[in-house]
Nanobody
Framework: VQLVESGGGLVQAGGSLRLSCAASGSTFDDYAVGWFRQAPGKDHEGVSCISTFDGSTYYADSVKGRFTISTDGAKNTVYLQMNGLKPEDTAIYYC????????????????????????WGQGTRVTVSS
């Protein structure tokens, strides 16, 4: 499946943005779809993940209570609603997905990291000004 991200931009601290990850050529039926981010000079950080198999979700501690991951009814698009944005949320956000029939409540499944099974988007930039 090919992934197309959108929704990044510049926002003031405390503001909101909604990122979208659209599936091209397939749907996200029975997939784990996750959002990662990479800030300048820092490692990739897993932000949130959803299983379209059982609806389970996972959030990093840094975004719990502020970000919400969801999917549309047709499982064509996964959204990341980001509220209460902070300057430290500034990063390039990447969508990643892998076929996965299981729960993601415990975190990102290894399938997303696999070169053979994981698909990654090109990223969308989020900048939060103070």
């Amino acid at each position: 499946v090919q992934l197309v991200e959108s929704g990044g931009g510049l926002v003031q601290a405390g503001g909101s943005l909604r990122l979208s990850c659209a599936a091209s050529g397939s749907t996200f039926d029975d997939y784990a779809v996750g959002w990662f981010r990479q800030a300048p000079g820092k490692d990739h950080e897993g932000v949130s993940c959803i299983s379209t198999f059982d609806g389970s979700t996972y959030y990093a501690d840094s975004v719990k209570g502020r970000f919400t991951i969801s999917t549309d009814g047709a499982k064509n698009t996964v959204y990341l609603q980001m509220n209460g944005l902070k300057p430290e949320d500034t990063a390039i956000y990447y969508c990643a997905a892998a076929f996965y029939k299981g729960s993601v409540a415990g975190g990102f499944p290894l399938a997303i990291y696999s070169v053979d099974s994981g698909s990654w988007g090109q990223g969308t930039r989020v900048t939060v000004s103070s």
